[in-house]
């Protein structure tokens, strides 16, 4: 009797274990593929995600790979072959280097082979660091001593190593942080390679650019926690992934129901947070132009929350156009210009312009809206390496009988147009907004 009761709990702390494993691997979904994506900004949320799930025991590294296998199966959240093998390699980066640096983290489980193998890596990694060689030299050196491979995108196996340095460098920072230890490295940044006086301004944007090449120690309030949330997510938004759009509008509707204004989300970020490897820029168009669509998100999120019903907390003051405008962060390429403050009138005119469109797209039959969304979304993120190619035809088309110009179909457009792609994302938005508010009536 005593000895069932015995495999009887064993049995359900390993039911319990697992699905813990289970919820701590898809935590870490949105930050992986963002930084997949080339988000400077989700390496370091995958990597406080990852370091507090395995702090909790809640994720090892051959949790890892049974769950990226299991993603692998999933309906919902399908990953290829080439992302699971990424996702177990990422997982185990951040694992084994604090197993390696931190004295706190329990390191008594066995590691296998193929971990020694990354332990070795991580120490040799670390060891350049130590020595100047730090991410923001090696991208330096990338992009001024060897210019064409800063241009090209990288080859899969150059994205995971990439991938595994920043974020082998980066939980050793933050665990230098934790302790209050300054890093030595900080002061090699200056960047002891030769460049040239022409150089230098180029350098100083770079840097300011590349966020993720050093931890970032800005105090996370409530705001900030979300609006990194919703970040992260933005970024497999615009790849119409649905994972990114679930991740986003429940950390919106956080925000909205924690009285968090959707121009409070925009403030906790930096515009220089939301840039993304030189060659993934083509995604949002010009790199101006993603904090802008971010906060346009927002704001979506926010008045169809409103729309469908959701209370107005407290905070809003009884003004839901207020409360869902969002002023977008001040990109990269705009330091120094000087941008002229709204108006609340014009702020509150926005707000109900969008209003306009949501309500529209609300108006839309359940299940037609939902099949609409259903085609415009990418259910495996390796397949977006591979650059679509625009619409060609091989001769033009003859001229009308009546001499008028001939028509194509251009099926690429709707792919290049970052209008229509933003308004299909905002619609989107709307119908997952509708979604989470209808997981409270089941």
């Known amino acids: 009797m005593e000895t069932r009761a015995r495999e009887g709990n064993a049995e359900v702390d390993a039911s319990e274990g697992s699905r813990a494993s289970s919820a701590a691997a898809r935590a870490l979904r949105p930050s992986f593929l963002a930084a997949r994506r080339g988000s400077r900004f989700a390496h370091q ?22 769950e990226a296998a299991l993603m692998g199966l999933s309906a919902e959240a399908r990953m290829g072959q080439s992302e699971q093998d990424a996702f177990a390699s990422a997982v185990a980066m951040v694992i084994l280097t604090l197993r390696r640096f931190d004295d706190a983290f329990d390191a008594s489980a066995e590691i296998d082979p193929e971990a020694r193998g990354m332990l070795k890596y991580i120490e040799m990694t670390n060891k350049n660091a130590d020595e100047g060689h730090t991410l923001r030299r090696m991208e330096l050196e990338r992009r001024f001593l060897n210019p064409e491979s800063a ?27 934790e302790r209050g230890i300054t890093s030595a490295r900080r002061e090699l940044e200056a960047l002891s390679a030769s460049v040239s006086t022409d150089e230098t301004e180029v350098i100083e944007i770079e840097t300011k650019q590349q966020l993720a090449l050093g931890w970032c120690t800005r105090e996370r309030t409530p705001a900030r926690a979300l609006a990194s949330d919703m970040l992260v997510a933005f970024f497999s938004v615009l790849t119409g992934h649905p994972v990114g759009y679930r991740a986003f509008v429940r950390a919106a509707r956080t925000a909205y129901e924690s009285g968090i204004s959707a121009d409070e989300i925009t403030a906790a970020l930096d515009g220089a947070e939301l840039d993304v490897e030189g060659t993934r820029r083509g995604m949002f168009g010009r790199a101006s132009d993603a904090p802008k669509l971010f906060a346009g998100f927002v704001s979506t999120a926010y008045v169809a929350f409103e ?23 001040r990109a990269i390429d705009e330091t120094g210009v000087e941008r002229e403050e709204e108006s609340d009138d014009k702020k509150r005119a926005f707000s109900r312009g969008l209003r306009q469109a949501v309500e529209l797209w609300l108006t839309m039959d359940r299940e037609e809206l939902a099949n609409q969304v259903q085609a415009s979304l990418s259910m495996d993120e390796g397949d977006d390496d591979v650059a679509k ?3 060609e035809t091989g001769t033009p088309p003859p001229p009308g009988d009546d001499e008028s110009f001939g028509v194509v179909r251009d099926d690429s457009l709707s792919r290049s147009s970052i209008t229509i792609e933003t308004l299909r994302n905002q619609k989107n938005i709307v119908s997952f907004v509708r979604d989470e508010l209808a997981r409270d009536a089941r």
């Open 389 to 391: 190619q625009p619409f």
């Open 307 to 329: 729309a469908q019903g959701l209370p107005l907390p407290p905070a809003a003051n009884g003004d839901e156009d207020l409360y869902a405008y969002a002023n977008y962060p």
């Open 151 to 177: 241009r090209r995108a990288p080859a899969p196996h150059e994205t995971i190593m990439r991938m595994n340095c920043k974020l082998t460098l980066l939980t050793r920072e933050m665990i230098e942080h």
């Open 45 to 66: 949320e995958f990597v406080r995600l990852c370091a507090d799930a395995a702090r909790r025991g809640t994720l090892t590294v051959g949790d890892a790979r049974v």
